[in-house]
């Protein structure tokens, strides 16, 4: 396979690995009339290319391919023929310490499953939350469920991207906390560009979570008849696990929202004492401002001009009074 190396190639029989590995160079769906073997074919970070010919090597329905390869495909499920195509989003979470204005929580990726009669094809393309060796793994150490066939392999895809998304949501969590914790704090903090970053990024969590209910529910209700009835069970887990993350995300919006409007109340009451204490500062000097203007006119006849104590007197009214102002703005707790 020379445009996309395969990540790992082999067939299965009876939910048991043989031995050596398939050459995607010709035909490798096992031979008809064999429901109980499979070829298993898994692709990281594959190309455009790479998927074609995986895919015609494996006998999946070209416009299964033609599907997959679209821009911006949203998660869905999809039936051509024989072969079946679901389309999941991934969700890494990309480690920090903080969050910041700029900086990115989650990464997001896709990955494509093709299932048809004989052949399982998992191709990553992009993001890392779901790597196809790491399900493989851990679909061969249950062979009774590896023995159901291609469909098996479906779930156990399912099973991993979902797992990802509550695993993101954990640790999503911590900087929400974060967050709230600098909100709450005595310090004066402005995290309102923080908290919108972080907006952003659970918009695109969002975007890749949600959508995938609807796949999801069309494997639990019968929609596709070649469905094996065993796996049933599994695939409501994996539905119920994705409605947990789906609820969480809807508290962390509500959550992130909440504080952001604390954020900007907070904010807003720290301006407002703030005016406080510069108004109360122009105040206490407004009356020792208007007696040195009124005695700085250098008029030649003025009243008290000639007393040998108008200087310290003037200047002990203003002081007492703009005492006084001060007193009195306390007493109403504007200090």
Not at 276 to 294: D, E, N, Q, Y
Request: proline share 7%.
């Amino acid at each position: 396979m020379g445009s996309q190396p395969a990540v790992d190639c082999a067939r299965y029989e009876r939910g048991e690995r043989l031995p050596g590995t398939v050459d995607l160079a010709g035909p490798a769906v096992p031979e008809a009339g064999r429901p109980d073997r499979f070829v298993w074919v898994g692709l990281d970070r594959a190309t455009p290319d790479g998927l074609a010919e995986a895919a015609a090597a494996c006998g999946a329905d070209p416009r299964a391919v033609d599907h997959a390869l679209r821009v911006h495909l949203r998660p869905g499920l999809e039936r051509f023929g024989e072969t079946v195509v679901l389309v999941l989003k991934t969700v890494s979470y990309v480690p920090h310490k903080r969050v910041t204005a700029t900086g990115e929580i989650v990464e997001t990726g896709q990955v494509t499953v093709f299932t048809g009669p004989g052949f399982a094809l998992v191709a990553q393309q992009g993001g890392a939350g779901c790597p196809p060796a790491a399900v493989r793994r851990e679909l061969e150490a249950a062979p009774d469920r590896l023995a159901l066939g291609p469909a098996a392999v479906l779930h156990a895809v399912a099973h991993a991207v979902v797992a990802g998304h509550l695993a993101v949501a954990d640790a999503f969590d911590r900087d929400v906390e974060e967050l709230e914790s600098a909100v709450f704090s005595p310090e004066r903090t402005d995290d309102a560009q923080r908290f919108y970053q972080l907006k952003r990024e659970l918009l695109e969590f969002r975007r890749a979570v949600l959508p995938l209910g609807s796949p999801l529910r069309r494997l639990t209700d019968g929609t596709l008849p070649d469905l094996p009835a065993e796996l049933a069970p599994y695939l409501r887990e994996v539905l119920h696990r994705h409605a947990l993350a789906v609820e969480r995300l809807a508290a962390f919006d509500e959550l992130v929202t909440g504080i952001l409007a604390a954020s900007v109340s907070r904010l807003t009451v720290q301006q407002n004492a703030d005016m406080r204490r510069m108004s109360v500062g122009a105040a206490a000097l407004a009356v020792p401002t208007i007696v040195f203007c009124l005695y700085g006119m250098n008029f030649d006849v003025m009243p008290e001009l000639r007393l040998a104590f108008g200087y310290p007197a003037a200047l002990l009214l203003s002081v007492g009074i703009g005492a006084l102002v001060v007193r009195a703005f306390r007493r109403n707790d504007w200090l």
